[in-house]
């Protein structure tokens, strides 16, 4: 980059011996559709993502009428029934949840926040987007193709989700192994950027230390992504080829409506061994990027600089590396060795300690701070509240004792949506209020923000809570319909009557939601350059929303770290991290 | 998945290394100015395209344990039954060596400003590659021949699949090779030194690339030969 200055003494950071040119864009297509600038995929990760999630949405909804109302809607089949819970599923944590996170605020965030022009490797992170977009459309294509999508759950568990019987079994399992093996190959592609980013893009004076907690939680998430996405690649794989080729490497010898098949020899349990060995660190793979960003969002509303921001750092990337050596902790009803189930229980609860170091630092970050309830807060507070809950019936089924009983009953549900489902997607929410106003320059409608988070946080507790104890009572999950089971109280049915209720009234409040996102574009209030005084780079761009290049001709030198807030003796209560030291009296 | 767990405490070790040299013991809310990088000790800027690299590196890492750690997991049931290894595999085990030492003699030509020796190393480097695919498609040929390509043998299908996503690796270096080459082959003794520079990273990075493939290949040729199944019964004696 030609149009770096230094202005300072000291070392040379990566970003100014960069040897990549910034790419310009000449027409409205290189500008808006296939774009190579870091803000605008994040734009357009972010809409495709949250379009397929209101699809995740609908689905949810169509579940939840089949199970307040059983029998009442004739078009929900158990076979259309299986293939809502695995669309839904699927959706929710991978294209959802993991899309928005690393591909939509990693790309908005990381290069703004760290005071860089770009990603590092920008046509990759353009190629990452549209192959992205690839894999949703291939996913889709599932509802339209004879047969339907797959209805073989999320976790894909061999041999039933190739079997036939199994809905979706014609085309839906291959599109959805074909759609992932795309969502890997572009989430590659836009992990190695993003990672590669934080390493060699970050401005002079941001060294890794001074980087704000949604840098470390995104940068940890990735690396963590990176490496556990190549398990679900193998495992799509080898599965594509026994659907295909005939091969069996999940596929043992099968008796199927009398019929002997042609598979020998496979192993069912190896393809969970992958799945999971993919499947737990994807579960801090959205978490991970969660957490970071709530840190940041708790420290400038409440206007206190982050408690123990070290110990923050050090127990994300404990917390990352834990969570490969846990992923069995999914499979102790497969008849794993107990010493096995031991083994990982123990690594199991270990994480509890990290987390809790976060859990505690928020709180303390929140004592005695300026507490400004804006909207953002208030999703952020909601998704402590919520997080510790998921965390504690986490502790439950982390013992195996007690997660075999519990195994595959509404309890397991209801525990997951808390913490890895409601919890990520309050963030999310918080987020969205928090930066739309960078993205924009347009602030979000408060009342409607406000309104958002009470339907959603109070109804996602009136939704799940009960579940768990529907759980309790023995009603498993994955089930059509429990009606005429001897052990299922009548009550369960009300219960379930209610929560479908409820979730019909969250999930329109989303639709409130959409609304707002859409009007505030135009009609918003205009927020200028820093609406919530915040000290993080991306916060003090030339221009609002930042102009292609972010910083206009000079980069931004770094002189502090990210949570300067309530800074005594300073004029304003935040110092900006690109502020220089006032020079000291002689 | 003993392999994949190895290779990741092989991951995090260096992970802790390179953060051990971050200054994660910092007290960043008291430092304030520019001069503090990486608690003081500035380390060696390396090139994006090599930190690029190297973490692609990892990922590809990372997916070839996990194939080495399902395979070995599949070898270690009851019924399992070896497949006869094509001798011609040997062949593309020393092609593919040639083609690392052509590569890294490339590197060693570009370093000293030699084009004529740094195209022909890249042409050789190209040519073994290319004549390693080959052999692999006559291995390929020759079990089938002898009947085992039959979907119920899962020997025969994870050879065929192990093979084919390391050669898949091969292709997609292949392209970037390609590249080079071309820009090789434009190069004059009188071009500018900043691209003979960048010419003399893209080498060092096909390099890079090609001693991984190996590496990988190495050890996967070991496990079909079938004399790592030591190394991996003492691995899961230790670990169980």
Known sequence: MADVTHDAAGPLSAAEVDDVELYHPKSWITKYVFSQDAKVIAIQYSIVALAIGLVALVLSWLMRLQLGFPGTFSFIDPDRYYQFITMHGMIMVIYLLTALFLGGFGNYLIPLMLGARDMVFPYVNMLSFWIYFLAVLVLVAGFFLPGGPTGAGWTLYPPQAILANT???QWGILVMLVSLILFIIGFTMGGLNYVVTVLQGRARGMTLMRMPLTIWGIFTATVMA???????????????????????????????????????GGSPILFQHLFWFFGHPEVYIVALPAFGIVSDLISTHARKNIFGYRMMVWALVAIGALSFVVWAHHMYVSGMHPAFGFFFATTTLIIAIPTAIKVYNWVLTLWRGDIHLTVPMLFALGFIVTFVNGGLTGLFLGNVVVDVPLSDTMFVVAHFHMVMGVAPILVIFGAIYH??????????????????FWVTFL???????????????????????ISGMAFVPPSAATLNEFITIVALIVGAAQLAFLFNLVWSVRHGRPAGGNPWRATTLEWQTPQTPPAHGNWGKDLPVVYRWAYDYSVPGAAEDFLPQNQPPTPQPA | MVVIVLFMVLMAILAGWWLSRQGLADKPWLEVGVGVEAG????????????????????????????VSAYSMRMDMADWRALPMPTVLWFSTGLLILAS???????????????GHLRSSILAAGVCSLAFLTTQLLAWRELAASGYFTAANPASAFFYLVTAIHGAHMLGGLVALCRTSVRAFALSATSPPRAVGKLALSVELCALYWHFLLLVWLILFGLLMRWTDDLIAICRGLLT
């Open chain 1, 435 to 452: 930066w739309y106003p960078k993205v924009t320059g347009r602030m979000l409608g408060d009342v409607l923000g406000k309104l958002h």
């Open chain 1, 226 to 264: 990176l490496l556990a996405f190549p398990a679900l690649f193998v495992g799509a794989v080898m599965m594509l080829l026994d659907k295909l080729v005939g091969t069996s490497f999940f596929m043992p010898a099968i008796i199927a409506m009398g019929e002997r098949l042609a598979h020998k």
């Open chain 1, 459 to 481: 109804g996602a507790y009136l939704i799940f809570f009960p579940m768990h104890y529907i759980g309790l009572m023995g009603v498993p999950r994955r089930y059509h319909e």
């Open chain 2, 101 to 115: 030492i052509a590569l890294h003699m490339a590197l060693i030509a570009a370093r000293c400003d030699e084009l």
């Open chain 2, 40 to 67: 003081g000790a500035k380390l060696p800027v390396s090139p994006t395209a090599k930190v690029g690299l190297g973490a692609f590196l990892v990922v590809a890492g990372s997916l070839f344990s996990l194939l």
């Open chain 1, 167 to 169: 809905p979706g079994q």
